[in-house]
């Protein structure tokens, strides 16, 4: 089977650096994926590592590492508007993606 | 540029009854669909995801069915409504080669 976990809930406070972290196993690997998602609103695409190592995109970063099954979502210089739930995504094989049941982050002025 | 579209945004519908819910993609050709169902604080469960019309992939047995009668057009159906199926009801669709999901703005269900 294929499962991903990831923290429940994380607070952190504004203009800190917070870190969410994503465990999968699955039974084939393409790539990892985050999304973030605003109470009431729809997920949007966030970050996507195939390979390991870091990709970053403005405050958001994304590290992967494949033989450790695990990858986290970096977020610099907190603001308020950053506070939602952002979940993990893997597409193990085929045309279906599987997510994790998401992280909620509290920023506190 | 590309755009998805769900209608309707809300809807409460009693025991029993029948649903549809439509899903569109513009600005695009051959897109991958997929159906998600959310419930409140939880994560995203995979109902159905398809590669081209006629082609549908059910991921959780139940009482739902999706069809694909047309490249861009994705409809998530019921014959009866069960309580359990009341959610957040989310269309998504994924360019070929790309790993990028887009999702449309739901459909939040309500069943009583």
């Known amino acids: 089977g294929q499962s991903l976990e990831q923290p429940s809930e994380v607070t952190a406070v504004e203009g800190a650096i917070v870190q969410i972290n994503c465990t999968y196993q699955?039974?084939?690997?393409?790539?990892l994926s985050w999304y973030q998602q605003h109470d009431g609103g729809a997920p949007t695409f966030l970050s996507y590592?195939?390979?390991?190592g870091l990709e970053e995109t403005g405050r958001f970063s994304s590290f992967l590492s494949r033989s450790d099954s695990y990858g986290y979502l970096l977020l610099q210089e907190l603001q308020m508007k950053d506070s939602a739930s952002y979940f993990c995504?893997?597409?193990?094989?085929?045309?279906?993606?599987?997510f994790g049941a998401g992280t909620r982050l509290f920023v506190k002025a | 540029s590309q755009t998805i579209h769900q209608w309707p945004a809300t809807l409460v519908q009693p025991v029993g009854s029948p649903l549809s819910l439509e899903c569109t993609v513009e600005?695009?050709?051959?897109?991958?669909l997929y159906w998600y169902r959310q419930a409140a604080g939880r994560g995203l469960q995979l109902l159905f995801y398809?590669?081209?019309?006629?082609?549908i992939s059910s991921e959780v047995p139940q009482n739902l069915s999706a069809s694909r009668p047309q490249d861009r057009q994705f409809i998530l159906s019921s014959k009866k409504l069960l309580l359990s199926d009341s959610g957040f009801y989310l269309c998504?669709?994924?360019?070929?080669?790309?790993?990028?999901?887009?999702f449309g703005p739901g459909t939040r269900l309500l069943v009583l």
């Open positions: 998504a669709w994924r360019p070929r080669r790309r790993e990028t999901q887009y």
């Open positions: 699955t039974s084939g690997f393409y790539g």
């Open positions: 590592n195939a390979l390991d």
């Open positions: 995504a893997v597409r193990g094989g085929g045309f279906k993606t599987i």
């Open positions: 600005g695009t050709s051959n897109p991958n």
């Open positions: 398809s590669v081209g019309i006629g082609q």
